[in-house]
């Protein structure tokens, strides 16, 4: 059975308005798919995703078909642009609402993230990529992803300067080469988690 990876672009502009968000994420995508991976993604301001940390927030919450999709893939790929050297509004608000697994621990011990593979992808044209990343991987973690080794790719351009990674001519060396570590990792890393899954947690 193949594995499979969902994208979540969190940039701030809806479709289908061009987003270098999405063009770094389309190429991760790409990158995993070369690895016979079975990849999908959705622009999260295109869905009305409410405010909280429940699973379902009821009143046309979009939250829950997403969710579905992530817990359906064995690699999750969050991508936020930069600003103001944070990840995005949106992005903050999918951490927010993953927080719901942290109380869904089964009857093992075990969180439904368990066994899954989440990778981070940042672009901007300002600093703070790493800081992003940062942020996101502890999310990401806390409620129950495996991050792998190298498990992100980002572009920042000059800072101050108005050139959007989707103004570029080519992608530069340094992102693509990062970026196809990221997909190589990921793959293995989830192929691992599927054929040796977690074991329940032993208690004290």
């Known amino acids: 059975m193949s594995l499979s990876a969902f994208g979540l672009n969190c940039t701030l502009t809806p479709s289908p308005s061009p987003s270098s968000t999405q063009l770094l994420l389309d190429q991760v995508l790409a990158a995993l798919a070369r690895h016979g ?13 409410k405010p909280g940390v429940r699973a379902d927030e009821g009143d046309g919450d979009a939250w829950p078909r997403i969710r579905q999709r992530i817990l359906d893939a064995n690699i999750l790929v969050v991508a936020t642009p930069v600003w103001l050297g944070q990840p995005s509004s949106v992005a903050k608000r999918v951490l927010e609402r993953l927080n719901a697994f942290l109380g869904e621990i089964d009857e093992d011990g075990c969180n439904p993230t368990f066994g899954r593979v989440a990778t981070v992808a940042v672009v901007g044209n300002e600093d703070g990529a790493h800081h992003v990343i940062a942020e996101l991987y502890q999310g990401l ?8 080794a190298a498990g992100a790719t980002y572009w ?25 570590t990221l997909a190589s990792n990921a793959a293995h890393l989830a192929r691992l988690l599927r054929e040796r899954p977690y074991p329940p947690p032993k208690p004290g």
């Not at 973690?141 to 792998?148: M, N, R, S």
């Not at 108005?162 to 992102?175: F, I, N, Q, S, V």
């Open 156 to 180: 920042v351009g000059e800072a101050m300067q108005k050139t959007d990674y989707k103004d570029l001519a080519e992608t530069p060396e340094k992102t693509a080469s990062t970026t196809a």
């Open 37 to 49: 991976i079975t990849v999908d993604s959705t622009r999260v301001v295109d869905h009305d995703v």
């Open 141 to 148: 973690a806390d409620v129950g992803f495996t991050l792998p």
